[in-house]
Every structure is written in structure tokens, then in C-alpha cells.
């Protein structure tokens, strides 16, 4: 384990949804989830939705396998220290950050994470392109409830799971302090991402989400995918039965994503990614002291 007094951190964010990176090449540092709730919190600490740690594939066990493909790790957390599968924002961010550190080239690569390794296509500035994986729609709907209101959800799986709700307003989701109701919960044992969807004009979606592990946030990557392909089943528009791609334009709180889905049922990803800030950490601060 890394012993040095200060941890390098980076901070960066993809519409809004914002991550402190934590460079750890050779997996040393025991980020506990202690730890990256502190490093998120957003009074008392950096402030942010997510922690992405990067680790080179080959020194993090649950990424070794995927060593010959992707020579970086993409770890990450939730603001409340939990570990997800994968995050859409968070792997452009990525990106950006391998060629902002010098570690990757422009052009296409290719990073691992817990749900399996994915395509990245960064140019030396502008948007970041990723190869999202096929969506799953797994058996079973909950019926999502914010105070009065309940709306039937789809649900779609982009790695991690998502609730996805078809809304007359956004507003009516109030003001997603805390979770909505998800019932049955059993449909989504480990927990699940809601997003709320409004129409804004053909192939065009506007959503909200409340993140599971971060609360609301001003965008997700994996909830824009979910919504691309909840709404594309809704509109007749499903590529795999029209043997045409579909491209949805999909606007969040913090920003716009352009989410393409082909007929083979893979999903393309296409938004910005920037990095605003560099800094190093306190050791002793963040293992939970005042320093
Ligand atoms: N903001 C992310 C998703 C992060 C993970 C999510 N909160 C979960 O627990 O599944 C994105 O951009 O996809």
C-alpha cells in the first residue's frame, strides 16, 4: 500500500456529472468507501458524484482479465462510497484524462471496467465517443412513485440497472431529495438508477435521474442509454426490428448526449468530457482526520 503523505487528485465532469479521478497505476492506495464519501462530500470535502480511480488493469484483480485489452482500469465509486458497474460519463471522463495525463493517444482505446471493457474514440479536444455495450431488457417492472404521482418503468440494463419512466413533467419528479419508491424491489436487489423522461420533439428527450449511490445528479451516461433505448421501444423506432440505427438526441440538467443505438442492439454514446483542476490530497485527512 502507498504510504506518501499527499494523494494526486484530478477533477473533471461530462454534462455536469462530476468525478475526482485518482491516479493509482499500480493499485496501491486503499480507497475505502469511507474515504470516497469524503472526497465527495460536497461542504466538507472536494465535492463530487463520483470517485474514478485509475488503475492499470494488470494490478486490479477484478480487471486482470481484461489486461490484454485495456491497459487501464476504470474503478469506480459513488459518492456514497458504493462500488457500480459502470458509469457513462465517468468512462469519457476517463479518457480525457488518460490523454490529459499523457497516458494514451488520441485516437481510439480502450478501457476496462467492471462491466467488461469498452471502445473509446477521444480526439485531442471536443466530445468523447464510447462503445456502450448492448442494452439488456430484463423480465420485470416496478412502478415508480414520488409523493401522489406513481408512473409504470421500464427497465433496461446498460451494465447497471435503470428504472426508466415515461413522465407528463419533469418537475413532477419533486425535488429528488431522497429516492423514489421503486416497487416491487425485488426487480432490482442490488439497488437501482430512476430516470424520468419527457418528450421534446422527434428523437428528442429530455430526463432527470436520481442516481442510486449519488442521489440526483445533472446527468448520467448509462441513464441516457437507458432512456435512448426505453424510448426508441415506446416510438417503434427499436433497430433491431427497423434494421436501422436510431439516434436520440437526449438533454439532461447539465448538458446534451446524442445516444445511437444499432441493429446488432449496441449503443453508442457521444457527449463532452473535460477536465477543470488538479490537486493533491491530505493522507491523514482522508483516512478521517482533521488535518
Ligand atoms: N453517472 C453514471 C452512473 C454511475 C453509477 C450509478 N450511480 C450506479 O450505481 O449504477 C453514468 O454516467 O452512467
Given at each position: 500500500m502507498s504510504t506518501a503523505a499527499r494523494i494526486d487528485f484530478l477533477k473533471g465532469h461530462g454534462t455536469e456529472n462530476d468525478f475526482v479521478i485518482v491516479p493509482d497505476p499500480d493499485g496501491?492506495?486503499?480507497?475505502?468507501a469511507a474515504a470516497v464519501a469524503r472526497i465527495c462530500d460536497r461542504r466538507a470535502g472536494l465535492g463530487a458524484d463520483g470517485v474514478l480511480r485509475a488503475v492499470r488493469a494488470a494490478a486490479h484483480p477484478e480487471a486482470r482479465a481484461m489486461a490484454d485489452e485495456a491497459e487501464?482500469?476504470?474503478?469506480y465509486r459513488n459518492g456514497d462510497g458504493s462500488v457500480a458497474e459502470m458509469c457513462g460519463n465517468g468512462v469519457r471522463v476517463f479518457a480525457r484524462y488518460l490523454l490529459h495525463a499523457g497516458l494514451a493517444e488520441a485516437g481510439d482505446l480502450a478501457v476496462a471496467t467492471r462491466a467488461g471493457v469498452r471502445r473509446v474514440h477521444v480526439a485531442k479536444t471536443g466530445d468523447v465517443t464510447v462503445g456502450m455495450g448492448r442494452a439488456a431488457l430484463p423480465e420485470g417492472s416496478a412502478v415508480i412513485t414520488v409523493g401522489e404521482r406513481t408512473w409504470p418503468s421500464r427497465n433496461v440494463n446498460m451494465g447497471n440497472p435503470h428504472a426508466v419512466a415515461f413522465v407528463e413533467?419533469?418537475?413532477?419528479?419533486?425535488?429528488?431529495l431522497d429516492a423514489p419508491g421503486v416497487a416491487p424491489a425485488a426487480v432490482y436487489p442490488e439497488g437501482v438508477n430512476v430516470e424520468f423522461v419527457v418528450d421534446r420533439g422527434p428523437r428528442h428527450v429530455a430526463m432527470r435521474v436520481h442516481e442510486?449511490?449519488?442521489?440526483?445528479?445533472?446527468?448520467?451516461g448509462t441513464g441516457a442509454c437507458a432512456v435512448a433505448v426505453a424510448t426508441a421501444r415506446r416510438d417503434g423506432t427499436d433497430p433491431a426490428l427497423t434494421g436501422t440505427p436510431v439516434t436520440y438526441t437526449v438533454d439532461v440538467l447539465g448538458g446534451t448526449l446524442e445516444i445511437t443505438e444499432l441493429p446488432d442492439g449496441t449503443v453508442e454514446m457521444t457527449g463532452p468530457a473535460v477536465i477543470v483542476a488538479e490537486g493533491t490530497l491530505d493522507r491523514a485527512w482522508l483516512a478521517g482526520g482533521t488535518a
Open positions: 496501491r492506495l486503499d480507497l475505502t487501464w482500469f476504470m474503478d413533467d419533469l418537475t413532477h419528479a419533486g425535488a429528488l442510486r449511490g449519488s442521489g440526483e445528479t445533472r446527468s448520467c
